[in-house]
Every structure is written in C-alpha cells, then in structure tokens.
C-alpha cells in the first residue's frame, strides 16, 4: 500500500502523552451527551418497565400516563408500525414488551413529557394486569430444565475422557464466577433531534454508532442513510454501551417521531441497573487428570452462563469463554460443553473480556486445584502446563501459539516479585498465625485479539488536510476513556510529520465514516489506527510527489518530520506545501480502510485462526484474610503487562491499572443478588460494592513488559482494553490460597466477598 | 455548621407517605429517589441568592430541587456531574462554604446566602488550580466523568486541613467512585498538589 519508509525515530508515537480531553476533563469543559446545550422545545423520556420476571401481559392501561402533567406523548408496542425488534445479532430484543415480558425491568412503554420529573412521575401510573409465568431464576434451574437461548456447543481436541480413565490422579469440581454491573459513571442517555424529511439525528453514548443507526432507522421505518449518530465521548463504556445503548436511542427516536421534538432519554441509576444487561456469571464443573508433576493429561469443562431472556451477544461471549478455558497452558486432550442458558433475567452482554475472563477462571481455578492436591505450588503447576514454543502450541481450536512469550514474562515477574522468598514467607507466617492468614498466587493471561466475527475486524478513517496546514481526523472507533483518539492522533501527527497539536479529533459520525464495528474487543487503536495511517499515507504520498517534484528528487527521498518536509537538501514548511499542493489542485483530503490480515476462522466447526495475535500480562497478588470475620485486605500486587512496543505509555499504564482494579473488583466485592421473584436488589452504588481509593493495594507496582508485537499491528503496539482485567484473578487465587491455608481444599465460588471467605472457611470447620 | 443542613434525602423521605401508592409499572427504585405518583400540589417557587464562583446569583426555583439539578439545569455549569443522583459516587461534589458536599442530596432552596464553588469556579481563568495541573500531570482520568468531583472532593479535603500522606488521601477519596479505576494517579496527583497547595 505504500512505498514510503516508516520514519526512524518516531516523534509522536511511543510517547506517553496526557489524553486528548485532559485539559477539559479537569475544568469539567469536556461535553457528554447529558451536557449538550438542550434544544429549545426538548421533551424528557421515562421508560415504564415490567415488575415481573416473567409473565403475560393481559391488559395495558397507560390512560393515566397520558392524562398526567406534562405529558405529551406515550408510546407502547402497539404503537410502533416498523419494527420492534432491536436484537443485535439475533431477534429477541422488543424495544417493548408485547404481550409478554421476560424480566423484571423490561420496557414495556415510554413517556415523553417536559421535564424529567413529569415524565417519571406519570411512568408510575400505568395500571398493568400480569398473568405470572414460571420463571427461571438461576443457572442451576435452567440446566435442570435444559432452557437454553442458543443451542450448547462443544470444543473437543484429542479424547479426554480416555486422557482422564489413564489418569494417575483426577479430580472434580465445581464453582461459580458472578456477573458484574458495568457502572459507567456515565449512564445510558440519549437525545434524539427529528430534522428535514423525517431524519433523526442521534446523541448516544454508545460504543456502536452504526447499530444505534442501523436500529433507530429499523423502529422508525428509515433507510439507514436518514439517521445520524454521533459520539464525540462516552463517560465510560466496559462494553456495557456496545448494544445496550439501542434501547435507549431508539426510545428517544421513536418520542421525537411522535411528537416532532428533540427528546433525552437519560436513564435514572437504579434503571439502569436494573434495564440493562451485565456481564454473564458461570457455573463452572471441571473434571481434569494429571501426573505427579501436575501436568493435565485430559480435562472436561461444562462451562455454564446466565445470557439472561434474549440471545443478545451470548453466542460470541461464550465462544469466546471456551477459547479463553486453555489460557496460557497447552491442553492435549479437552472437552468444553458450553451451555447458553435462558432465564428470566436481564440479558447479559458484552463486558471488558467478553467471556474471556470466566473461561480464564476456569482452567486457573483447575491449576489451583491440581496444585492443592499434589502439594505443589500453583505456579509450579500452571508453569508445567504452558503452552511451548515450537511444541505444544496449538490451541483446543487449532491455532498456532506463535508469539508465545509467557515463559519468558513470567519467569521476569517471578523475579521481580521476589515470589519465591514471598512465598515461603507466606507459608512460614501462616504456620504461626491462627487467626490471620496470608495467601499469595501468581496468575497469567493470554488474551486473544481480533473479533471472532471476522466481518467486524474492519475500520475507516477520514483525514483532512485544510490550506492552513491543520488537520482533522475522524474515524469510526469511539473514545470512552481508553485513549483511542490521542492514540490514532499520534499516529497521523508521525505519519505527516506534523505536532500533535495539528491534528485536531472530531466526534465520531456515522454520517462521516459508516458502516463501522463497535469500538470492542480490545480492537479501538490496531483497527482505527490503520485506518487512520492508511489515510495520512495517501496524502503524505500525494504531498511527496509533489516535493519531489519541486525538489528535482525521487519520491521516496522526501521526508516528513518537525513540521517540515525535506528532501535532497531542501526543506518546505509543512503549510506551505500544503497551500502549493492546494493551487496544484491536488486533493488533500482521503479515507482509510484496514482489514486485520491473517484470520481465518471457521465459526461452525471452531477450528483455524480467530485471532491475529495474543497480548500476555501476568500478576503476583499477595493477600490477608481475618479467620473469624472473613475480612480481607489486600497487601501488594505486582503486574507485568505486554502493550507490545506501547504506543502511548502513559496511555497504557493506565489501562492496566484500572482494568486490574475492575477485574479484582468483579472478584472480590461486586456481588449482583437476585431476590425469589427475579427482582436485582443490589441496583445502586449503595448495595453494589465497586472498589473506591482506599481498596487499591497499597503495595501497588505496575510494569509494561518490553517487546515489540511480532505481528504488525499499528506501530507493533499491542491492543490494552481487556486483557488487563484478568489481572484481577490473582487477587482471587490469592484469598483461595489464604482459605485453603485455613480451611483445606474447599469449593470457592467468585466473588470473593468477606461473606464467602467466612462460609468457605466455616464450611470446612 | 449552626444552619441546619436539610438535605434532599431527608426532604423524599418525610414527603414518600403521600404517594406512589398505586405504581403497578415502575420507574425507579427506592421510594425516596423517585417523585411522588401522585402528583402533589405546584409548591411556591423559591427565590435564594447564591453566591456561584464568586459572583452572587439570584435564583427561582421549586423547592424540591437539588443543587445539581439547579447547576446543571438553571444555570447551566454541566462541569459538575449526576453520577448516581443519590449521594453514593461522589461525582457531583461540590464546595459548600468551602466544605465538600454531594450536590445531589443538597436542597438549593435552603442555600440562600451560601458560597458555592464548581468546577467551572476552581481555576483562576487560564491558570489553573494545582490540582488540576497534578491531574493533568499525573493522568489522574480516563473517561473524565468523575475528574470534576475527584478534583472538588480533594481541593475540600485540602481545605479540611488534615495531615495527608498516601494512606489518608485514599481514605479520605473514598467518596469518590473512579469507575476506570485511575486511583494511583489520582491518589499521585493529590499527593503532590497538597504539598504544594
């Protein structure tokens, strides 16, 4: 695609910059959809929801809702003559309930009224007469009565039963891993604004632009090219805005079609919670053989998950937890039965590792496990079990590990950590304490990257390059916190050889780059930064061959760099070139496109190669826990982290502690409940416990691996969104090292809440 | 503080009695975040002065209103962020006569005479505040939806005058979810801005 020499020493890329936003963010400038200056005549949307986990619908009575003050506009399943299915990938999502509602929450009918309050006091009025219908509440109940939302599908390599009969030792078991409630501090919000023939413009604070677009024109009858949607940021996302934005947006479309008004939706904290898919809680049996040396011989997973009342993006999260079940340990002979069960609760979504993280805990629950039996350490068992270099590389569905470098980054954090002095510390404290223990694990990741729906792994850029020599970079990736847009700005700012500050971010539209997969899998900066660099490569290219020109040189003697554009000893500043190349009627404005190279999957029978690379990390997490309270603290955790050749440091250091901060925290304290009737009552910051300040270890040390991504990804950086979230486990295996030290071998089930460590331990008393 | 501090809190749960009898379909979750079903009778619009970053502003308004509500939605400062809207993540502080309060369980009806200051009113035009330098030098954010209540809740705990180490500053920031989880920046840029401020 291009001749041009990428430069020798990057300017812009590799540095740890401040994101894009900082100086708005700390002056509270920055604008989010709730911020934007209110249309003169907006109307305010309440959504009305089902509080029933499952049952009939025998009558709807919204004359109340409509009569109350303030309201201008009520709307319910029988209003909508489109369509009102919203489901992302499969039917199973009304925008509201008919007929039939399948949790407590669902939407059954909207309100439009002019203020917020108005809206939400008439919501209340509905009179709703429920048949009430068996539900099923649990992941226990749906596997006894088989209620499955996709049919279950099995992952097999070699023959693990026979693996398992040949056994010296075998061991089973059984856990469960809970859910997690997103929390952006942002909640869902949307407005819509109705402009010219019927289009609708959309601001949503979504990660998937193109699906809001792609719903709100579906609901409303419109060809897709007569919606808008816009997102310059999102006030955090964690996948939870990757489909369960749509509702929301397309709520306020179809009010603002109805009345003729620009209309906000802006869902209350506890509706949220309570309207809003999470992440999906397993229930996990493992049945594993294995010799002395604690290396498997064979191992079957039933790897069970709550996808809740609708199909959602459970098909591609669970796929993604059975490939996720080997880690970083090679497994000769396996079996992985993964069931999608339905139930009567909200439908669960995508969430930072999209099933990845459960099926991670699968197989370092197992290590654990094979460890206690033996008496070994864990990490003498999980290091037995690492997947090779040139053998012992391919994965349960065919890959080749390539880049495997676990041994080398363990064996570096091992040191770093002083694990093996900490350890028998930790053994030699716990000897001599009775009513405090200690607990310490080391646990690894290997995340895979790239959608496993292939289709997906494409982006666009749009770059413009205006007669002043200032530039403005749109592309379809969103940003919510994670850095995307200073990350593609750097790459434009290197590509054209131009200050960081020239290169200005634009909010991303579906009416500028279309068509676009959501801002997911880890994929924001390898996607969007290709595109990106393939469109400042046109224009640089263009740009080039008129220098060359002028400078009597080849092409491809013209260098980019400081602003300035040199070659054969001559130099132009990079605006006039610009301004030349304007008169020269030269375009200096181009798209991108990239398509992530080297996939090649079969989604039906599993096998091939879903991922482009793998990006590595390992933890150390060292641990207290009170014997007669359950309470936990914990001491010190060292992380080593592969971001590849980082392409903004700062940038990345940040991912890796925050994503370990949210995966110890779905581990640890956030515990989602369920009452007998389906209803979640853990849906406030009040009952739902997400780590603050003061639960970060106070021993906290964090390092970027060195290491270039051996693929080429966009400046051999590697993708950071995800894979530091299973970080989190060792925090985990480090209390179930602390209660197996007082208790023995027991099942203990995430989170691990002081609640379940006291019942773990008293369990075995 | 010898003014009584009525919060919104207390404000819901004396009125809850009088309504929402008869929700069948919801649209919320705790009686006391939720208005009233039953609609209760248009209240008297209050006036109150506040003093708002140092200029005093004059201000109508029902009487069930949150300082948030007020900011956001009557005088347009959005720089200050409803987070949960029931006093539980902390990205709404503000300063309260130099104090920091959530500003969604605060009644702006009983703020008449009161100092406010908002995010908007912390850095002194250009130059800005030392803790949003730290913040900025640290990368104490990453979606930003909580930095306006991480940066007030810290300039308050400042104010507060206690001695701060990094034990205290973590403690004492607990009111403040950062769901991103950038802690270590932010707990590192209030660390430097206390030795400087």
Same mark, same amino acid.
């Given at each position: 695609?291009?001749?041009l020499p990428?430069?020798a020493?990057?300017?812009?890329?590799?540095?740890?910059?401040?994101?894009?936003?900082?100086d708005?963010?700390?002056?509270?400038?920055a604008?989010?959809?709730?911020d934007?200056?209110?249309p003169?005549d907006?109307?305010?949307?309440?959504?009305?929801?089902?509080?029933?986990?499952?049952?009939?619908?025998?009558?709807?009575?919204?004359?109340?809702?409509a009569?109350?003050?303030?309201?201008?506009?009520?709307l319910?399943?029988?209003?909508?003559?489109?369509?009102?299915?919203?489901?992302?990938?499969?039917?199973g999502d009304p925008?509201?309930?008919?007929g039939?509602?399948?949790?407590?929450?669902q939407?059954?009918?909207?309100?439009?009224a002019d203020?917020?309050?108005a809206?939400?006091?008439? &919501?209340?009025l509905?009179?709703?007469?429920?048949?009430?219908?068996p539900?099923v509440?649990?992941?226990?109940?749906?596997?006894a009565?088989?209620?499955y939302?996709?049919?279950?599908?099995?992952?097999?390599?070699?023959?693990?039963?026979?693996?398992?009969?040949?056994?010296?030792?075998?061991?089973?078991?059984?856990?469960?891993?809970?859910?997690?409630d997103?929390?952006? /501090?942002?909640?869902?919000?949307?407005?819509a604004?109705?402009?010219?023939?019927?289009?609708?413009?959309?601001?949503?604070?979504t990660?998937?632009?193109t699906e809001?677009q792609?719903?709100?024109?579906?609901v409303?009858?419109?060809?897709?090219h007569?919606?808008?949607?816009?997102?310059r940021?999102m006030?955090?996302?964690?996948?939870g805005?990757?489909?369960?934005?749509?509702?929301?947006?397309?709520?306020a479309a179809?009010?603002a079609?109805?009345?003729g008004?620009?209309?906000?939706?802006?869902?209350?904290?506890?509706?949220?919670?309570?309207?809003?898919?999470?992440r999906h809680?397993?229930?996990?049996?493992y049945?594993?053989?294995f010799?002395?040396?604690?290396r498997?011989?064979?191992?079957?997973?039933?790897?069970?998950?709550?996808?809740?009342?609708?199909?959602?993006?459970?098909?591609?999260?669970n796929d993604?937890?059975?490939?996720?079940?080997?880690?970083?340990?090679?497994?000769?002979?396996?079996?992985?039965v993964?069931?999608?069960?339905?139930?009567?609760?909200?439908?669960?979504?995508?969430?930072r590792?999209?099933?990845?993280?459960?099926?991670?805990?699968?197989?370092?629950? *197992?290590?654990?496990?094979?460890?206690?039996?033996?008496g070994?350490d864990?990490?003498?068992v999980?290091?037995?079990n690492?997947?090779g270099t040139t053998?012992?590389n391919?994965?349960?569905?065919?890959?080749?590990v390539?880049?495997?470098?676990?041994?080398?980054?363990?064996?570096?954090?091992?040191?770093?950590s002083?694990?093996?002095?900490r350890?028998?510390?930790?053994?030699?404290?716990?000897?001599?304490s009775p009513?405090?223990?200690?607990?310490?694990?080391?646990?690894?990741?290997?995340?895979?990257?790239?959608?496993?729906?292939?289709?997906?792994?494409?982006?666009?850029?749009?770059?413009?390059?205006?007669?002043?020599?200032?530039?403005?970079?749109?592309?379809?990736?969103t940003?919510?916190?994670q850095g995307?847009?200073?990350?593609?700005?750097?790459?434009v700012?290197?590509?054209?050889?131009?200050?960081?500050?020239r *290169?200005?971010l634009?909010?991303?539209?579906t009416?500028k780059?279309?068509?676009t997969?959501?801002t &997911?899998?880890?994929?924001g900066?390898?996607?969007n930064?290709?595109?990106?660099q393939?469109a400042?490569?046109t224009?640089?290219?263009?740009?080039?061959?008129?220098a060359?020109?002028?400078?009597?040189?080849?092409?491809?003697?013209?260098?980019?760099?400081d602003?300035?554009?040199?070659g054969?000893?001559?130099v132009?500043a990079?605006?006039?070139?610009?301004k030349?190349?304007?008169?020269?009627?030269?375009?200096?404005?181009?798209?991108?496109?990239?398509?992530?190279p080297?996939?090649d999957w079969?989604?039906?029978?599993h096998?091939?190669r879903?991922?482009?690379?793998f990006?590595?990390?390992a933890?150390v997490?060292?641990?207290?826990i009170?014997? /007669?309270?359950?309470?936990?603290?914990?001491?010190?955790?060292?992380?080593?982290?592969?971001?590849?050749?980082?392409?903004?440091?700062a940038?990345?250091l940040?991912?890796?502690?925050?994503?370990?901060?949210?995966?110890?925290?779905?581990?640890?304290?956030?515990?989602?409940?369920?009452?007998?009737?389906?209803?979640?009552?853990?849906?406030?910051?009040?009952t739902?416990?997400?780590p603050?300040?003061?639960?970060?270890?106070?021993?906290?040390r964090?390092?970027?691996?060195?290491?270039?991504n051996?693929?080429?990804?966009?400046?051999?950086?590697?993708?950071?969104?995800?894979?530091?979230?299973?970080?989190?486990?060792?925090?985990?295996h480090?209390?179930?090292?602390?209660?197996?030290?007082a208790?023995?071998?027991?099942?203990f089930?995430?989170?691990?809440t002081?609640?379940?460590v006291?019942?773990?331990?008293?369990a075995?008393? | 503080?010898?003014i009584?501090?009525?919060?919104r809190?207390?404000?819901?749960?004396?009125?809850?009695?009088?309504?929402g009898?008869?929700?069948?379909?919801?649209?919320?979750?705790?009686?006391?975040?939720?208005?009233?079903?039953?609609?209760?009778?248009?209240?008297?619009?209050?006036?109150?002065?506040?003093r708002l970053n140092?200029?005093?502003?004059?201000?109508?308004?029902?009487?069930?209103t949150?300082?948030?509500?007020? +900011?956001?939605?009557? +005088?347009?400062?959005?720089?200050?962020k409803?987070?949960?809207?029931?006093?539980?993540?902390?990205?709404?502080?503000? +300063?309260?006569?130099?104090?920091?309060?959530?500003?969604?369980?605060?009644?702006?009806?009983r703020?008449?005479?009161?100092?406010?200051?908002?995010?908007?009113?912390?850095?002194?035009?250009?130059?800005?505040?030392?803790?949003q330098?730290?913040?900025?030098?640290?990368?104490?954010?990453q979606?930003?939806?909580?930095?306006p209540?991480?940066?007030?809740?810290a300039?308050? +705990?400042?104010?507060?005058?206690?001695?701060?180490?990094?034990?205290?500053?973590?403690e004492?920031?607990?009111g403040?979810?950062?769901?991103?989880?950038a802690?270590?920046?932010?707990?590192?840029?209030?660390?430097q801005?206390?030795?400087?401020?």
């Amino acid at each position: 695609m291009n001749a041009l020499p990428e430069p020798a020493i990057p300017e812009t890329v590799h540095r740890a910059i401040a994101h894009d936003s900082a100086d708005k963010h700390v002056r509270g400038a920055a604008l989010y959809v709730d911020d934007i200056p209110e249309p003169r005549d907006l109307l305010h949307a309440a959504i009305g929801w089902s509080s029933r986990a499952h049952a009939r619908i025998l009558s709807l009575d919204l004359a109340a809702v409509a009569a109350a003050p303030g309201v201008v506009a009520v709307l319910a399943a029988r209003d909508l003559t489109a369509s009102n299915d919203i489901g992302p990938v499969l039917p199973g999502d009304p925008v509201f309930a008919d007929g039939l509602v399948e949790y407590h929450g669902q939407s059954i009918f909207a309100v439009a009224a002019d203020c917020v309050g108005a809206a939400r006091r008439a &919501a209340r009025l509905a009179r709703v007469e429920y048949q009430d219908l068996p539900a099923v509440l649990t992941i226990e109940q749906a596997l006894a009565d088989e209620s499955y939302i996709l049919p279950t599908r099995i992952l097999r390599r070699g023959d693990a039963a026979a693996a398992l009969a040949g056994a010296s030792r075998r061991l089973k078991g059984r856990f469960g891993v809970g859910g997690q409630d997103h929390f952006y /501090l942002e909640g869902q919000v949307a407005m819509a604004v109705p402009g010219e023939d019927g289009d609708m413009l959309i601001h949503s604070s979504t990660q998937h632009p193109t699906e809001v677009q792609h719903l709100v024109a579906k609901v409303l009858g419109l060809p897709d090219h007569a919606v808008v949607t816009e997102v310059r940021r999102m006030g955090g996302g964690f996948g939870g805005k990757e489909t369960q934005a749509a509702i929301v947006a397309c709520v306020a479309a179809l009010l603002a079609r109805r009345t003729g008004r620009p209309v906000k939706l802006r869902l209350d904290r506890d509706d949220d919670m309570i309207l809003t898919g999470k992440r999906h809680d397993f229930l996990i049996d493992y049945d594993v053989g294995f010799g002395a040396d604690g290396r498997i011989a064979g191992v079957e997973f039933m790897l069970a998950s709550r996808c809740g009342m609708s199909p959602d993006l459970s098909a591609s999260i669970n796929d993604r937890a059975m490939f996720h079940a080997d880690n970083c340990y090679f497994l000769q002979n396996v079996t992985i039965v993964s069931h999608r069960c339905k139930t009567h609760t909200v439908s669960n979504t995508a969430f930072r590792g999209f099933g990845g993280p459960q099926g991670m805990m699968a197989i370092e629950y *197992v290590m654990d496990e094979i460890a206690r039996d033996l008496g070994l350490d864990p990490l003498e068992v999980r290091k037995a079990n690492f997947y090779g270099t040139t053998e012992r590389n391919v994965t349960p569905y065919g890959m080749t590990v390539e880049d495997n470098i676990i041994p080398a980054l363990v064996a570096e954090l091992e040191a770093s950590s002083d694990y093996a002095a900490r350890r028998a510390a930790v053994d030699e404290f716990n000897r001599t304490s009775p009513w405090l223990k200690k607990g310490l694990a080391l646990t690894p990741v290997k995340f895979g990257i790239s959608f496993t729906a292939k289709h997906l792994n494409q982006a666009g850029a749009l770059v413009h390059v205006y007669t002043d020599g200032s530039i403005q970079l749109n592309h379809g990736g969103t940003e919510m916190g994670q850095g995307l847009f200073v990350k593609v700005a750097q790459v434009v700012a290197e590509e054209l050889g131009v200050a960081l500050d020239r *290169v200005k971010l634009t909010a991303t539209s579906t009416a500028k780059v279309p068509n676009t997969s959501p801002t &997911a899998a880890s994929s924001g900066a390898d996607l969007n930064g290709k595109a990106a660099q393939a469109a400042a490569r046109t224009i640089r290219e263009r740009l080039a061959d008129l220098a060359a020109a002028r400078f009597g040189v080849p092409a491809d003697a013209i260098t980019f760099r400081d602003g300035q554009v040199s070659g054969g000893g001559q130099v132009i500043a990079f605006p006039d070139l610009v301004k030349a190349a304007y008169f020269a009627r030269i375009q200096l404005s181009a798209t991108g496109f990239y398509t992530t190279p080297r996939l090649d999957w079969n989604e039906a029978t599993h096998q091939g190669r879903p991922f482009f690379y793998f990006a590595y990390g390992a933890s150390v997490s060292e641990v207290a826990i009170d014997v /007669l309270t359950g309470e936990t603290k914990i001491l010190r955790v060292d992380i080593l982290h592969d971001c590849g050749r980082s392409l903004n440091p700062a940038i990345d250091l940040g991912q890796v502690e925050g994503g370990f901060v949210q995966g110890m925290g779905w581990l640890t304290t956030e515990e989602l409940a369920w009452d007998a009737a389906g209803r979640l009552t853990t849906h406030a910051p009040s009952t739902y416990k997400i780590p603050t300040a003061s639960d970060v270890p106070r021993d906290f040390r964090v390092a970027l691996y060195r290491g270039d991504n051996r693929e080429d990804a966009i400046y051999r950086s590697k993708a950071v969104g995800e894979p530091p979230l299973m970080l989190g486990i060792s925090v985990f295996h480090a209390l179930k090292d602390a209660v197996a030290a007082a208790a023995g071998p027991v099942r203990f089930d995430a989170p691990a809440t002081p609640e379940r460590v006291l019942l773990a331990i008293e369990a075995n008393r | 503080m010898t003014i009584r501090n009525f919060t919104r809190r207390e404000f819901l749960r004396d009125t809850a009695a009088t309504g929402g009898a008869a929700a069948i379909a919801g649209s919320g979750g705790k009686a006391w975040a939720v208005p009233a079903a039953a609609d209760p009778p248009v209240p008297t619009q209050h006036r109150v002065t506040i003093r708002l970053n140092g200029t005093e502003r004059a201000l109508q308004l029902d009487p069930r209103t949150s300082l948030l509500d007020a +900011l956001r939605e009557q +005088l347009y400062l959005t720089g200050t962020k409803k987070g949960c809207d029931m006093g539980a993540c902390g990205a709404c502080t503000v +300063l309260l006569d130099g104090k920091r309060v959530n500003a969604c369980l605060v009644l702006a009806a009983r703020l008449d005479g009161r100092e406010v200051k908002t995010i908007e009113g912390l850095a002194d035009g250009d130059q800005l505040h030392p803790l949003q330098a730290a913040f900025i030098e640290h990368d104490g954010f990453q979606c930003g939806y909580c930095t306006p209540g991480q940066i007030m809740s810290a300039a308050g +705990l400042l104010n507060e005058g206690r001695p701060l180490d990094e034990h205290s500053i973590r403690e004492w920031m607990s009111g403040n979810i950062c769901r991103c989880g950038a802690y270590p920046n932010i707990v590192s840029a209030i660390r430097q801005a206390s030795g400087r401020a």
